[in-house]
């Protein structure tokens, strides 16, 4: 069982019913090193429940367990990105062989992975931001200029509601790369930073005592 140390309790799936995962506690609750890491401890009965049991990859290919993966994220993105992290994992159950440096490189592989994703995702945000920029910036001059040729000497209130209907619909046109530009993209950013540090920081595995 996964027993990670904080308070408030998350909801479950049917097959994750009998463990207990909780958020993390604030950042000024948790453990600092001497040399300045911030303890993540995870604490699991054997190594099985580190790793998707639905992967039929090697222990060092292995995506990590959903519920194991958010946990360590979700402590991770308590802290600003540039705050150093340490992985600490405590076995009930110790293998006849020594684990330490395969936990070590999956889950470092694992993060590994998770960043290049986020990258390439965000890569794909950014060129599909060009291109509605491109769009909307035509439409909305293609709408100015109809207003201007076609209705910019008529009078009347028929005349006023087209030109008007026009300019709105070229601005709406710009929604979707606005929304790239000031909202989409940072989370995005954030993520895959956070990803790539969780990719480089020390694990620690140790025997439960």
């Not at 070229?170 to 909202?183: F, K, N």
Request: include cysteine; charged fraction near 25%; glycine fraction near 4%.
């Amino acid at each position: 069982m996964i027993r990670p140390i904080a308070p408030a309790k998350r909801a479950t799936s049917p097959r994750t019913s009998a463990l207990k995962y909780e958020l993390p506690m604030p950042p000024e609750m948790v453990a600092t090193e001497h040399d300045h890491h911030h303890v993540i401890k995870l604490k699991l009965r054997d190594i099985g429940q580190l790793f998707n049991s639905m992967d039929p990859s090697p222990f060092i290919e292995k995506d990590l367990d959903d519920d194991a993966d958010e946990f360590i994220v979700g402590w991770a993105r308590e802290f600003p990105v540039d705050t150093p992290l340490k992985l600490r994992v405590y076995l009930d159950q110790w293998p006849a062989e020594d684990p330490k440096e395969m936990i070590r490189t999956a889950i470092h592989n694992h993060f590994s992975h998770r960043a290049e994703i986020t990258r390439l995702e965000f890569k794909r945000l950014l060129k599909e931001g060009r291109t509605t920029l491109v769009i909307g910036l035509l439409f909305l001059a293609v709408c100015l200029l109809i207003s201007k040729m076609l209705l910019g000497h008529e009078a009347g209130t028929w005349a006023a509601v087209i030109r008007e209907s026009l300019t709105i619909a070229g601005w709406v046109a710009m929604w979707r790369p606005m929304q790239i530009y000031l909202y989409d993209w940072w989370p995005l950013r954030r993520r895959s930073r956070i990803f790539a540090k969780l990719s480089r920081m020390p694990v620690e595995v140790l025997q439960k005592a």
